[in-house]
């Protein structure tokens, strides 16, 4: 019973050193340019453990909370890209920091960097799902504005355009899933790009392109709940 005992004692100190000496260097994030969709910010992470098989779980936190739009791939040599849809958050300054959770075991944070979003819109990821109805719905950084919406199938045919202005600060848009044709789309999913001009609420006259910091296209995606 002693020589047991003192093999399980053992076992659980080499565990809890090894948690406890967990390298936070791991998750330090590292830009990775992505010129394709600038709304999008891509990193990587040098974390080199199958975070799924060990029933562990992957987050970045957007000024001490849990971020909106994220998301977590492991590439082929183990390590792990990580992009952030910036779409659903306010513009600003954000701080970020990838932590990692482990089941019984503490809670391990890598270090934190800045990033300024300037974006002249938020979406809100509760508005991506569609049933019979699409909601085209977000809070503008500008109280007035004309807009434009081009929404597109997978393969990239325009399907139908939406025009508006707001004096209000806000997109509020109802699709009816009709195309130009007038045919109502059975698509799981749809593309769209959202143009945003910011005008002066007096005049509504697009305002000088050094008050734009980034009219568009801003991507946006919905998808058929179910689908």
């Keep these: 019973m002693i020589i047991l005992a003192s093999l399980w004692l053992r076992l659980n100190m080499s565990r809890h050193d090894y948690y ?9 994030l590292t830009s990775i340019s992505n010129s394709k969709n600038p709304s999008i910010l891509t990193y990587s992470i040098p974390l ?4 799924n098989s060990n029933h562990w779980d992957l987050m970045l936190r ?43 075991r503490n809670t391990v944070l890598g270090s934190a960097i800045t990033e300024n979003v300037t974006n002249l819109v938020t ?37 139908k355009t939406i025009t508006n ?3 209000k600060g806000a997109i509020d848009e109802i699709w009816d899933l009709k195309a130009v044709d007038g045919q109502v789309r059975e698509d799981t999913e749809f593309d769209a790009k959202v143009y945003i001009w910011p005008t002066s609420a007096n005049t509504n006259k697009p305002m000088t ?19």
């Design 123 to 159: 979406f809100d990821t509760a508005d991506a799902s569609f049933v019979s109805l699409a909601f085209i719905s977000g809070t503008l950084h500008v109280s007035s504005a004309d807009y434009k919406i081009d929404i597109y199938d997978t393969t990239n045919n325009l399907l």
């Design 20 to 28: 406890r000496s967990f390298d936070t260097n791991a998750l330090a």
């Design 62 to 104: 957007d000024n001490g909370r849990r971020a909106k739009g994220y998301d977590f791939t492991r590439q082929t040599n183990g390590t792990y890209l990580v992009e952030w849809n910036t779409l659903f958050t306010i513009p600003g300054i954000h701080v970020l920091q990838v932590e990692l959770d482990r089941p019984i």
């Design 209 to 227: 392109p050094k008050a734009v910091s980034n009219p568009g296209p801003y991507p946006y995606y919905l998808f058929r709940y179910g689908g």
């Design 48 to 51: 080199n453990i199958d975070v």
């Design 165 to 167: 202005h707001t004096d």
